[in-house]
């Protein structure tokens, strides 16, 4: 059986998502949330210094205002002085250096992203992508700060593509490959092309089939298990009698949890799982207790197993 | 709304308390930040398609709407929020529709008998704990106790519905 520990308020949030709370229960979410709006006031210890703040976020809205109504905005502003010509200089002309950084981050169920060069990056779940909106430097810098991702990225000669995650930088010209971010480890595998991984002083070479491993600051090339190159990221799979250990690696890294076993033997158990490019893990999970009768409780990032 | 001047302005009245409002059940500053940007942006590129009455009422409904999908998605600590949600029902017990907390209310029936009169007495009639401890000839510090542990029990039920409760009333049909 698969329980999941749920709070009375995400049960309720659920059903107003889905339409089917009663006029008492939006009522008693509404009030809640009003409630805490009436009562809440600005701390400037934990919230800042709040005309900064105003500012930082009008500031953000006026450059979403500025491109959609270019000419009425231009108009309101030609009645203006000189210095106010400039202001608007800054919005229209924004300088070749100053790269806007979005941030991509996944929940519980996997995702892919395109990149304004046309690279595609499937994201696992639990996992978070910085980015900018557009390239526009020599190199194509990103940054896997947590989590899982697989890379495809387009070739261009001219501008590397560049992956910040933890202390190492993977260096692509182009190609596809995978990088896992934990606490204590990175590593990257290489599926398609060739890549340079490196690290403070460190570097290796890597081509399709190797890995590079980051760990207690030591950065090693190893060969690496056939199982983790299976593109769940983007096909359905099915593994035919594969082991329980093997499976479990695969929902590791496609949706960022870990698993406790309460027996260990149980992963040798021989399993046939079907994993489509989109199931969320509770359906995996139904599929393995129906075969083997293991029980699943998942809680947040660990599953716990007996 | 359909001037850069008439939406300064708007913003200039709301922003802070929005902000205030969205950090309060986020207690992310980015987070926060964001979801009020977003919002004023979302307000300004609908412009022509929106007819709004009252604008704060209507800021208000779509912050508290992008804390909930929010809150729903894990972007944050969720306990901050269903901390709150526990304090409103537990401090607004008797204005609340008995048949949406069925939860709560079939909670306060397993409650040993003495917990549930003393808790009742303090949440739904307003007494103070002195008046409890006359009416029922016990002392303080035990009114105190039964308060306290009865809270307690009712935040655990607040805290765990498991999802295997609609399983559990289908098999009993068979």
Not at chain 1, 114 to 138: H, M, R, V
Not at chain 2, 10 to 23: Q, V
Not at chain 2, 25 to 48: C, G, H, P, S, Y
Not at chain 2, 116 to 143: F, G, N, P
């Amino acid at each position: 059986m698969i329980k999941r520990i749920k709070h009375s308020l995400e049960r309720l949030l659920d059903k107003s998502s889905r339409n089917k709370t009663s006029r008492a229960e939006e009522d008693l979410l509404n009030n809640f949330a009003l409630s805490e709006y009436q009562n809440s006031n600005w701390d400037d210890a934990s919230m800042g210094n709040s005309d900064e703040v105003s500012k930082n976020i009008y500031e953000g809205i006026q450059l979403r205002m500025e491109k959609k109504n270019a000419f009425p905005y231009l108009k309101y502003m030609a009645a203006a002085s000189i210095l106010f010509l400039v202001g608007l200089g800054f919005f229209y002309k924004p300088s070749i250096a100053n790269e806007k950084q979005l941030t991509f981050k996944t929940s519980d169920v996997p995702k892919s992203i395109q990149l304004s060069d046309g690279s595609k990056i499937y994201l696992a779940a639990n996992s978070l992508l910085q980015y900018p909106e557009k390239f526009l430097g020599e190199e194509r810098k990103v940054s896997l700060l947590k989590g899982n991702a697989f890379f495809e990225v387009a070739k261009d000669k001219k501008h590397a593509f560049i992956i910040t995650s933890g202390a190492i930088k993977t260096k692509v010209l182009g190609t596809s490959f995978h990088i896992q971010l934990s606490k204590s480890k990175c590593e990257v595998i290489v599926v398609t092309g060739k890549v340079n991984v490196s690290s403070k002083g460190q570097s290796v070479d890597l081509v399709p089939n190797e890995e590079a491993l980051f760990s207690g600051e030591k950065l090693t090339k190893l060969a690496v298990d056939k199982s983790l190159l299976i593109n769940w990221y983007t096909t359905d799979i099915t593994l035919n009698e594969a082991t329980l250990q093997q499976v479990i690696t695969i929902l590791q890294y496609k949706y960022g949890v870990t698993f406790e076993f309460e027996n260990k033997a149980v992963l040798g158990v021989p399993v046939t799982v079907f994993i489509e490019k989109n199931a969320s893990l509770e359906s995996i999970l139904k599929q393995i207790n129906y075969i083997t009768n293991l029980k699943f409780n998942v809680y947040d990032e660990i599953v716990k197993v007996n | 709304m359909n001037t850069p001047e008439i939406f300064e302005k708007t913003y200039t009245e709301y922003w802070k308390k929005l902000n205030a409002f969205s950090y309060t059940m986020t207690q992310d500053k980015d987070l926060a930040q964001n979801i009020v940007q977003d919002v004023f942006i979302d307000l300004w590129e609908r412009k022509e398609e929106l007819n709004i009455n009252a604008i704060e009422p209507y800021l208000f409904r779509a912050v508290k709407n992008q804390v909930f999908k929010y809150y729903q998605n894990n972007k944050f600590d969720k306990t901050i929020l269903e901390d709150k949600f526990e304090d409103y029902v537990i401090d607004h017990f008797s204005t609340i529709d008995p048949e949406v907390l069925d939860v709560l209310y079939a909670l306060l029936d397993k409650l040993p008998e003495k917990r549930k009169e003393v808790l009742l007495m303090y949440k739904m009639q307003d007494m103070t704990i002195d008046q409890i401890a006359e009416e029922l000839e016990i002392s303080r510090q035990t009114v105190k106790n039964q308060i306290s542990s009865g809270l307690k029990q009712l935040r655990e039920g607040l805290k765990d519905v498991a999802w295997i409760a609609p399983f559990i009333i289908l098999s009993k049909n068979f």
